[in-house]
């Protein structure tokens, strides 16, 4: 039996993402449009988007999760993300891919999402 490697300590949990790009404040936006139906906060604040990587190409790969795997939106929402960055000018191809690692947690919503949903 084979144990899978531990990662790197210090290695991030989330990989970055592309925030040099020209493109990437334009992308963070159009994810700010899309809702989880069940909270009145957008997908991007609440800390559901974990990666936004933008190639040379203009191909935008989003990792992302939801706040639950049992989530009523679970097969949606990554269709949601694509149809909101697909519009964006430049942008060639989107793809959007679920993970579960790490888990979602409420300390990963911005301050702005806190606020509304009154943590704070």
Not at 25 to 40: F, G, L, M, Q
Not at 47 to 65: F, K, P, Q, R
Not at 76 to 98: H, K, N, R
């Amino acid at each position: 039996m084979t144990e899978s490697p531990e990662p790197l300590e210090g290695a991030p949990l989330i990989a970055p993402s592309s925030t040099e790009h020209p493109l990437y404040d334009t992308i963070v936006e159009a994810c700010r449009s899309v809702y989880d139906p069940e909270i009145p906060v957008n997908i991007y604040d609440l800390g559901l988007v974990y990666t936004i990587d933008i190639n040379d190409e203009n191909a935008v790969h989003v990792t992302m999760t939801l706040t639950a795997p049992g989530c009523p939106v679970a097969g949606e929402m990554p269709g949601w993300v694509a149809d909101a960055i697909a519009p964006v000018e430049g942008v060639q191809q989107v793809d959007v891919d679920l993970t579960w690692d790490p888990p979602w947690g409420m300390d990963m919503m911005s301050d702005e999402a806190r606020l509304e949903l009154g943590f704070m």
